[in-house]
């Protein structure tokens, strides 16, 4: 059964989810930029066309709004948008209170949710060694807006999460049209340990958003990609 699905954020990853959308079972009934949903002043009954979910890829400073908007409408929606994550309360209270749903993430690649498991675990053994110092690094295209990236930050938070709680530095570089390299390292006197994951595309990033949206369509909830990604496979 073919699904109604919203793209809101018209942008390279936007029209990328379009193209894609069919291989799983959606079709675009709506699409939003800035220049027709300011302030998610676009987003209504009307205007979503009858979807059941929504693809949010735009700016830190549209997605809480957007989320606030879909959630109260009812729509299930996909966020892929990072650099507002100190909000996540209020969108987990929006979406609940709409009974409505969400599934997050600061990377949509399954790839790169596997490389945040292995992080976590190289991590943990590592944190018994105090020999070693760790790093991270990272650099995507010129055009992507925060840095650090939101998922370097999750590496690093991973990385405490699992008992590493020495210092560690991070860095990003902007250049080009890279879709995104991240590498954690960590070194002492006699090596150098280093994990890196590096997507060659942003196909990647749109399928995961996909597979999250036909999970989130008709369920209650707020959810991390990385909580649901066994549910995927």
């Given amino acids: 059964m073919t699904q109604g699905l919203a793209i809101v954020g018209y942008g390279k990853m936007g029209k990328l989810i379009e193209r894609l959308a069919p291989e799983y079972g959606f079709e675009v009934r709506a699409r939003f930029s ?31 709004v957007n989320i606030r908007r879909l959630a109260a ?19 987990r209270e929006a979406v609940v209170n709409g009974s409505s749903g969400l599934v997050w993430a600061a990377n949509f690649s399954v790839g790169l949710n596997l490389f945040l498991e292995t992080v976590a675990q190289a991590s943990a053994l590592i944190a018994k060694h105090p020999e070693y ?3 991270g690094w ?8 925060d840095a650090p990236s939101g998922t370097l930050k999750i590496l690093a938070e991973q990385m405490k999460a699992a008992g590493y709680t020495r210092p560690i530095s991070l860095s990003s570089n902007r250049a080009g049209a890279i879709p995104g390299t991240h590498e ?45 990604l066994g549910e995927l496979l």
């Fill in 133 to 135: 110092e760790a790093w």
């Fill in 73 to 91: 409408l009812g729509v299930r929606s996909v966020v892929g948008t990072t650099g507002w994550f100190e909000q996540l309360h209020a969108a």
């Fill in 184 to 228: 954690i390292g960590f070194d002492s006197l006699a090596d150098t340990i280093t994990l890196r994951h590096t997507a060659r595309s942003r196909e990647g990033f749109a399928r995961g958003a996909l597979q999250a949206a036909r999970w989130i369509a008709g369920k209650k909830g707020f959810y991390e990609f990385k909580e649901i």
């Fill in 138 to 145: 990272e650099i995507h295209h010129s055009a992507k807006k």
């Fill in 34 to 64: 800035g220049a027709n949903n300011s302030g998610a002043e676009g987003l209504s009954r009307e205007t979503l066309g009858g979807s059941d979910v929504a693809v949010e890829f735009t700016t830190p400073e549209a997605a809480p």
